[in-house]
């Protein structure tokens, strides 16, 4: 296997261990990549294709049942990441100071991360349900005890932006655990040093944070956006199990307006909606991975 | 007391509402589980009335001539190859990535982010796989669950063969060991740490998939539980808590593996990722 | 060192080795039969598969449950494409039989023996380049308004012949505190009824709108009789007149509201009827049906949905077995079967002589009325190809108050033309 033992100063660092993985990778991941920017110009039945030019893009940005995509994966992306990095802090810091039940709790926070998601999306869904879950029985149930008459919201079902906040939400409930585990690394690395020698010179726990904490989980920052920005613009399965996309369009994303399209049958257009979520992405997640490695650099 | 109840303040706010927050979805889940179908469709906390989680596990597992079983059945077989085959060839691959710097290295750097930032084509790729015959087969998604894990699994192992000492290779090469015989006797024993945690990452995030089988392994006869339980949506019209035993029953082996590596998860995903 | 080579040989070995599957084929007496996996047809199918074997000692043939809905759809074409298909399949006729790829995918049956057991006006929903693919799976069913016969009786009502009369019954039902229409948004599909089982009244006005909404000549926004469908539920939606919870509602529980007269009135097709058979026997009969009415008492007709096609595959590997099955579903037996399935008629075979139970359901003895007087067409999706995939979507959103009947009608003619071009059609 190994061509370098040949000669004794041959390179002990064989390019043949990178062989297995790089066939896999490049057979299916590169190639079909490379040659979807084919077929995002055809009209494809997976036998046969006929060139179309760009009438798939022209159709994903005029329809509006295609177009509404765009703001909604945005707005999706950027609530489920901020969340998780304000929620992940937060626990993090909770979860590495005065508790006494740390450990545990650590693991409540986790668990999440580790079950499926479309289980996850079909438990939220019942507890949503405007009349019969959980949820809106307990506002119904507070709202008639201080006077206020309620049915609850509509989580999954106004027509509104509400149901794609509402798996926004699920979303982040499921994947703070992550973000909460990488601040902690994050905090353990700041040197207990800095807090004590601030405290010295009379700063409080505000000072602390903003002085201190914030500058130093940077990086664990970066990781945590980056990471769940990327897969907050790719998102389909919570959605797809929560909401289908619905009301209507409302909750739509462009991964779950994608899947319509392959089931449907029009592959020629799920494959240039495909490139499109590409071009999204790195639209979006470029200027943030920049402006983190920039501000890194300046730190 | 007033010192004990100062030194446990925020115990007594934490657990309950971390458990309120975090908990209550899986209590709901066990006890819908438990109940008859019509007590079920009250989607409420309330005890059942007679426990029959038991019957309802009998129920949902002979359904459709046992098709959870064989789910079961493809879903480990899909991780435990899938993970065996990612922790050899990721770390094989790391390995001469972070030890052998030149062109090749740089552009396996960009395939590597590039593998974690583009969504994979998926007609395009179904489109291959019918080529080589493997749409449809369960070797088919394996070797798919292998690409989309290899640049996170590369990048983690990267990070921390970059601190294994050299020295230790070199001492290796000049008594002759090298290439494969240097990967395997030497470095992956090392890689112990990291091998658990990105045994347990991936493990349960291959158990967990469902947007690949649901494209690439279609269809009712081989499918993973994530499809069959999406699947039983239409086929449990009315019966939520069969629906909800599914859940639980395939919530079982994260759990076990959550039970077994839980400290292990923490330290190993850290070790390699922050720095980025 | 022993250990790892058996750990890299083991997961080689099952790379290359078999996955586990459904049971393989062996003899050519065994075959295997695709069906959705809705409560109704399966039983129905486990039923026929039952008295086939019987009959014919030696075959056997093995049941293969799908999804139904558009996963569903997905799985059969891919089955097709990729040449992994059953035996033998069942799946809907018109519209989304001609997606299939017929001519390229499917066994052609036009001269088989036993098709002259099917009654020709199955033969234009199952054929495409004049050759017949399929024969017919259980009974049509027909769409229009399931009504509740225990509220029609307590404040007087009479069944309604023009849609003024709908709407005036609906007002006197709202103001006795009982929700005029359900609707169950919760699952998308139940939107359409509206709309689709108005085509008996579209085709009446414009009998040529089928062959011209082909062309490319008609639209819904354009034409005023098809655009009523769509106003329908916007007229509703506007006087409030459905259950407060429908965006949350789902099918089953539609149907238990009907039969427990919590609500008055749901535009579905007959195949509800087997389920609310199942849910809540005690008050089957509770429920009625009459056909969907129009501006005119004189034009009353219902739209009929023709029965799902059992088709083989091209590429089946068992074709002899496969027509032998597919042959016996033609036969009077088959349909004594299928009686025998409680609920499962909801209208006429077609198949030639088949009986009618005479214990029908007394909404399937309604629908029946409309066959004896004629007054039937078939739903547009089964004289078109063309049936776009957001329908129910756009109508939910109508439903919801989103958007206007007027812009959800352009936006589902413009939905059509991504099918029609797929389809290669000519005029789009």
Not at chain 2, 172 to 188: K, S, V
């Amino acid at each position: 296997m190994s061509k370098a033992k040949q000669s004794k100063i041959a390179n002990p660092y064989s390019y043949a261990l990178v062989a297995p993985i790089a066939i896999i990778f490049t057979i299916f991941f590169v190639i079909p990549t490379l040659v979807s920017f084919f077929f995002s110009m055809t009209r494809w039945t997976l036998f046969d294709w006929e060139f179309v030019g760009f009438e798939n893009f022209v159709q994903y940005f005029k329809e509006a049942s295609l177009a509404i995509g765009f703001k909604n994966t945005l707005i999706y992306g950027v609530v489920t990441s901020g969340l998780k990095v304000v929620f992940g802090l937060v626990l993090a810091m909770l979860l590495t100071g005065r508790l006494r039940a740390k450990g545990f709790l650590r693991s409540v926070v986790y668990f999440p991360v580790l079950v499926s998601t479309i289980g996850v999306g079909f438990t939220f869904s019942i507890l949503m349900d405007p009349n019969y879950g959980a949820i809106n029985k307990g506002i119904v149930a507070f709202g008639k005890s201080i006077g206020w008459e309620t049915y609850g919201p509509g989580w999954l079902v106004d027509p509104n932006l509400l149901p794609l906040f509402s798996v926004a939400f699920v979303d982040v409930w499921k994947g703070v655990g992550i973000a909460t585990v990488l601040y902690m690394a994050g905090l353990a690395s700041i040197p207990q040093e800095y807090y004590e020698a601030l405290a010295v010179d009379g700063g409080g726990a505000w000072d602390k944070f903003r002085n201190i904490t914030l500058p130093l989980v940077r990086p664990a920052t970066a990781a945590v956006v980056i990471l769940s920005f990327i897969g907050g613009l790719r998102s389909f399965d919570l959605i797809w199990a929560m909401t289908n996309g619905g009301p209507g369009f409302l909750s739509d994303v462009i991964a779950s307006i994608n899947y319509k399209q392959y089931q449907a049958g029009f592959y020629g257009l799920a494959t240039a909606g495909n490139v499109i979520l590409l071009f999204f992405v790195l639209a979006i997640v470029g200027p943030v991975y920049w402006f983190f490695n920039k501000k890194e650099k300046q730190a | 007391m007033k010192k004990f109840l100062h030194k446990y303040w925020i115990d007594f706010l934490a657990i309950p509402i971390g458990l309120f927050v975090f908990a209550a979805p899986f209590i709901l889940i066990f006890l819908t589980a438990s109940k008859n179908s019509k007590e079920a469709f009250q989607f409420n906390f309330e005890m059942p009335e007679k426990f029959l989680l038991w019957e309802n596990i009998k129920t949902v597992l002979g359904t459709s001539d046992g098709v959870v079983i064989r789910a079961f059945i493809n879903s480990t077989i899909l991780t435990v190859v899938s993970v065996t085959l990612i922790v050899v060839v990721c770390s094989m691959a790391a390995f001469v990535f972070a030890r052998r710097p030149g062109k090749l290295t740089n552009f396996a750097n960009i395939m590597v982010l590039a593998g974690l930032v583009v969504p994979p084509a998926v007609v395009p790729t179904i489109w291959v796989l019918q080529r080589l015959h493997l749409f449809k087969t369960l070797q088919g998604l394996i070797l798919i669950e292998v690409a989309y894990s290899a640049a996170f699994a590369i990048l983690i192992y990267k990070g921390f063969i970059a601190s294994i000492p050299k020295e230790i290779d070199e001492a290796a090469a000049m008594d002759g060991c090298t290439g494969f015989a240097l990967w395997r006797r030497i470095i992956f024993p090392l890689l112990m740490p990291v091998n658990v945690t990105i045994i347990v990452t991936t493990s349960v995030a291959v158990f967990n998939d469902f947007t690949n089988p649901l494209y690439f392994l279609p269809g009712s006869d081989n499918a993973t539980v994530q499809l069959t339980l999406f699947y039983f949506q239409s086929a449990y019209l009315t019966q939520y808590n069969l629906l909800f035993t599914d859940i639980l029953l395939i919530t079982i082996p994260p759990l076990i593996v959550f039970i077994i590596f839980n400290k292990k998860i923490v330290s190993g995903l850290t070790a390699g990722s922050v720095k980025g | 060192m022993m250990k790892r080579g058996i750990a890299l040989a083991l997961p080689l070995a099952l790379i290359f080795g078999a996955t586990v599957a459904a049971p393989s084929q062996a003899a050519d007496t065994e075959i295997t039969w695709l069906v959705d996996n809705g409560q109704a047809n399966q039983d129905a199918a486990n039923a026929l598969i039952a008295a086939y074997e019987k009959a014919n000692p030696g075959n056997k043939v093995t049941l293969v449950l799908r999804p139904g809905g558009t996963d569903g759809d997905n799985l059969v074409k891919t089955k097709l494409a990729t040449g992994s298909m059953e035996d033998v399949f069942t799946y809907n006729s018109g519209s989304l039989f001609q997606a299939l790829a017929p001519t390229k995918n499917l066994l052609d049956m036009t001269n088989e023996p036993f098709m002259k057991n099917v009654l020709s006006g199955f033969y234009p929903v199952v054929s495409a380049g004049k050759k017949v693919y399929g024969v017919p799976f259980g009974t049509a069913s027909v769409g229009g308004i399931l009504y509740n016969k225990k509220v029609y009786a307590k404040l007087k009502l009479k069944i309604p012949t023009t849609w003024a009369e709908f709407m005036a019954n609906n007002k006197k039902i709202k103001a006795a505190g009982i929700d005029p229409v359900i609707q169950s948004y919760k699952e998308t599909w139940t939107s359409q009824l509206f709309v689709l089982a108005d085509y008996f009244n579209v085709q009446a006005a414009y009998p040529n709108f089928a062959a011209d909404y082909t062309a490319n000549k008609e639209k819904y926004a354009k034409n005023k009789v098809a655009l009523r469908g769509f106003q329908y539920i916007e007229e509703n939606k506007k006087l409030n007149y459905f259950n407060r919870d429908y965006a949350s509602t789902t099918y089953a529980q539609a149907l238990d509201k009907l039969a427990l007269g919590q609500g008055a009135h749901y535009p579905m097709a007959t195949w509800a009827i087997p389920q609310i058979a199942a849910q809540q026997p005690a008050n089957l009969e509770d429920v009625g049906f009459f056909a969907q009415p129009g501006p005119k008492a004189s034009v009353n007709g219902v739209t009929v949905w023709v029965p799902s096609g059992t088709y083989i595959p091209a590429a089946t590997k068992n074709a002899a077995a496969a027509k032998k099955f597919v042959g016996w579903m033609t036969s009077a037996k088959a349909v004594d079967v299928m009686n025998g399935v409680e609920g499962f008629a909801g209208g006429p075979y077609y198949i030639k002589g088949a009986n009618i139970p005479n214990a029908l359901p007394g909404a399937v003895q309604d629908v029946m009325k409309y066959f004896a007087k004629n007054a039937t067409a078939p739903a547009l999706e089964f004289v078109s190809p063309i049936k776009g995939p957001n329908l129910e979507k756009i109508l939910v959103e109508v439903g919801l108050g989103i958007t206007t009947a007027a812009k959800a009608a352009a936006a589902y003619d413009a939905d059509v033309v991504k099918q029609a071009k797929q389809l290669g059609l000519k005029g789009w």
